[in-house]
């Protein structure tokens, strides 16, 4: 399993980013995938999630309407678009994706990307 992000970088307050994670060595289309972020000092928090067909999203609160994440089954890659960006988004984000092996399912990580919103 290798997830590989991309598109982090610095931006400032009121910025877009596109972030990427490129999958490989599993079903993509048969799991869940999410984003998550890491905050120096900070626990590690649920950004966003989407069913393995796309059609169910789910997002934390504070990411609401600003951040939308999305996936191509087609090209195995998961985006997260994260608008209107504030200086408190800095964070590593990481990708995570959710394999069912048999009855199971289990966690895989990449290894993160760097976003700095500041001005």
């Known amino acids: 399993v290798l997830l590989v992000e991309s598109g982090g970088g610095l931006v400032q307050p009121g910025g877009s980013l596109r972030l990427s994670c490129a999958a490989s060595?599993?079903?993509?289309?048969?799991?869940?995938m999410s984003w998550y972020r890491q905050a120096p000092g900070k626990e590690r928090e649920l950004v966003a999630a989407i069913s393995s067909t796309g059609l169910t999203t789910n997002y934390t609160d504070s990411m609401k309407g600003r951040f939308t994440i999305s996936r191509d089954n087609g090209k195995n890659t998961v985006y997260l678009q994260m608008n209107t960006l504030r200086p408190e988004d800095t964070a590593v984000y990481y990708c995570n994706a959710t394999i069912p092996l048999g009855a199971m399912l289990t966690n895989y990580w990449g290894q993160g990307t760097q976003v700095t919103v500041s001005s």
């Open positions: 060595g599993f079903t993509f289309s048969s799991s869940a």
